[in-house]
């Protein structure tokens, strides 16, 4: 293991709490999820803080479904959601 190979250094990969999928920590990420179910959890947030309905519910589920569609490909595994 060479220290100086840069892979791990000051970002650890973790498993998404969401997807269980291998991801690295980073700057956009705050939480325990990779990127894509960390965006679709502010997507699910925004749903119920702005209390959307109508068209914008539509809108915001679609986009989650998408991001956690796109969690899976990368190899994220979700209930109910195949790639
Ligand atoms: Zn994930």
Do not use: W
């Amino acid at each position: 293991m060479n220290a100086h190979d840069g892979f791990r250094r000051g970002a650890p990969t973790f498993a998404c709490s969401n997807c269980g999928r291998l991801t690295r920590k980073t700057n956009n990420t705050a939480g325990s999820c990779c990127p894509e179910c960390d965006e679709a959890a502010m997507v699910e947030n925004g749903i119920s803080d702005c209390d959307l309905q109508g068209e914008d519910l539509e809108r915001a589920e679609a986009k989650i479904a998408e991001l956690h569609k796109r969690a899976v490909a990368k190899g994220g595994v979700i209930a109910g959601v195949s790639a």
